[in-house]
């Protein structure tokens, strides 16, 4: 792996070409970001912590019939990954009213919702990654409608395997943000899943352990993650 073969330098991951045409290596880095980047620090363990929780649920959802880009771990901070095409594209689905859906409508954390709410935002750092609807998404290409409906049917079959899967250990599934890629005619789940992409809140205290305790200060987020990754494989 050398510079020259980075392809993209990400928030949290570096992605680089390989010797194969139709593979990619994807390295989790020690950094965590909010806010596009506004906040920024280095935290050592992070990288190998997201890596391992990532592929512990990638695992379970390929297992589950799920079809994602991972082949297979090379370390416990790489994984080797299918290139595809990356919709720009990222799906948030949420269960359970937080962060920014209950700041735009002044409602409280933690609100019940009648069903799962999905919404897509265009990904671009430049612009903030700005909400844009279905006809939206159809109107400029970024995806048809058949391929909007497999996304949203993708994403709610995640959610019910997923829902059961944190319940084991004790957390609430509040929500979380998949992207999107096309190989082959065929939509598969890439980037990754894990604490820095959902929202986990303890079943009994309701606390988060995710990536809202680095927003907003609330302690260790290294400790944080690596209590979820206890907690996910010792049940
Ligand atoms: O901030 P908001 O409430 O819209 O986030 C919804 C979910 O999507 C959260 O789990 C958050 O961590 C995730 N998300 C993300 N990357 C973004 C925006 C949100 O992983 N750029």
């Known amino acids: 792996m050398t510079e020259d073969n980075l392809l993209y330098e990400g928030k949290a991951k570096n992605v680089y070409k390989t010797n194969k045409e139709n593979e990619l290596l994807m390295v989790y880095k020690d950094q965590a970001t909010a806010f596009n980047g506004k906040k920024k620090e280095v935290l050592p363990g992070k990288g190998v912590l997201n890596c391992r929780i990532s592929t512990l649920i990638f695992d379970y959802l390929i297992k589950n019939g799920v079809k994602t880009h991972l082949i297979e771990n090379l370390s416990d901070h790489e994984q080797l990954v299918q290139k595809s095409e990356v919709f720009p594209l990222e799906v948030v689905l949420?269960?359970?009213?937080?962060?920014?859906?209950?700041?735009?409508?002044?409602?409280?954390?933690?609100?019940?919702?009648?069903?799962?709410?999905?919404?897509?935002?265009?990904?671009?750092?430049?612009?903030?990654?700005?909400?844009?609807?279905?006809?939206?998404?159809?109107?400029?290409?970024?995806?048809?409608?058949?391929?909007?409906?497999?996304?949203?049917?993708?994403?709610?079959?995640?959610?019910?395997?997923?829902?059961?899967?944190?319940?084991?250990?004790?957390?609430?599934?509040?929500?979380?943000?998949?992207?999107?890629?096309?190989?082959?005619?065929?939509?598969?789940?890439?980037?990754?899943?894990?604490?820095?992409?959902?929202?986990?809140?303890d079943k009994t205290s309701h606390h988060s352990m995710?990536?809202?305790?680095?927003?907003?200060?609330?302690?260790?987020?290294?400790k944080t993650y690596h209590s979820v990754l206890e907690r996910l494989t010792t049940r």
């Not at 709410?117 to 290409?141: R, T, V």
């Not at 970024?142 to 059961?164: C, F, R, S």
């Not at 995710?210 to 260790?220: L, M, P, Q, S």
Request: glycine fraction near 4%.
């Open 94 to 201: 949420r269960n359970i009213g937080s962060g920014s859906f209950v700041r735009k409508f002044h409602l409280e954390d933690g609100l019940e919702l009648r069903e799962p709410i999905i919404e897509f935002y265009y990904k671009s750092d430049a612009l903030d990654d700005p909400f844009i609807n279905e006809s939206q998404i159809h109107a400029l290409h970024i995806a048809d409608k058949e391929e909007i409906a497999t996304i949203k049917q993708m994403t709610l079959e995640i959610n019910q395997l997923l829902i059961p899967f944190f319940a084991q250990s004790d957390f609430d599934l509040v929500d979380f943000k998949l992207e999107f890629g096309k190989v082959n005619n065929e939509i598969i789940l890439v980037d990754e899943f894990s604490p820095d992409n959902c929202r986990l809140w």
């Open 210 to 222: 995710d990536k809202d305790v680095f927003r907003k200060h609330e302690g260790d987020l290294v």
